[in-house]
């Protein structure tokens, strides 16, 4: 390939492509009520240093165990369904339109779509990978470290201050 020449990567999606992708079952490692329906686009895309995913999630589940990143930022814009998001204690409704952005060390953050939602909660969620992340969920009393992929946690009262 000459110096000039980029290689060929993949940075269109349609629609219907989109929607023949088969979504991801993703069961949230410290809560079973969070159920993601995950298509990851960003990965198809060959993305690196971010992730790009379109999330769906059902009545009655939540979106992710309420937590915060202390080196990773996240975006969600809701495309459809309606959803409760509890932004450090603040709970608001949220629906199609609305966008919830997080940088580094941002108020932990959660949604739960109410059982009688009628309609899944659809959105499109981003954010960048950085290689070290301390993940903090605060009413787990738990921080969840992710070097280089691998992920480890611990429980706070066995943190040791030197």
């Known amino acids: ?7 060929s990567v993949d940075c269109y999606f349609s629609a ?17 009520n969070v159920v993601r329906h995950t298509r990851s686009l960003g990965d198809l895309a060959g993305l690196v240093d971010m992730g790009l995913h379109l999330v769906r ?3 009655g589940r939540e979106t992710t165990e309420h937590h915060f990143h202390g080196q990773d ?18 709970v608001s409704l949220v629906g199609p339109g609305d966008v919830m952005v997080f940088p580094k060390d941002s108020p932990a953050h959660s949604m739960r779509v109410p059982a009688d939602a009628g309609e899944d ?3 499109l969620m981003g954010g960048t990978r950085a290689p070290i992340d301390i993940c903090t969920y605060p ?6 470290y992710r070097v280089n992929g691998v ?12």
């Open 139 to 144: 009413r787990l009393q738990r921080q969840m």
């Open 73 to 90: 930022e996240e975006f969600l814009y809701v495309i459809s369904g309606r959803a409760e998001a509890t932004i450090g204690e603040e």
């Open 16 to 32: 219907a492509r989109i929607a023949a992708l088969e979504p991801r079952r993703h069961v949230h490692q410290f809560n079973a």
């Open 151 to 162: 992920k480890e946690y611990v429980e706070l009262a066995d943190l040791k201050k030197v």
């Open 57 to 59: 999630v059902e009545p």
């Open 121 to 123: 909660l659809v959105y």
């Open 1 to 7: 390939m000459a110096k000039d020449q980029k290689q």
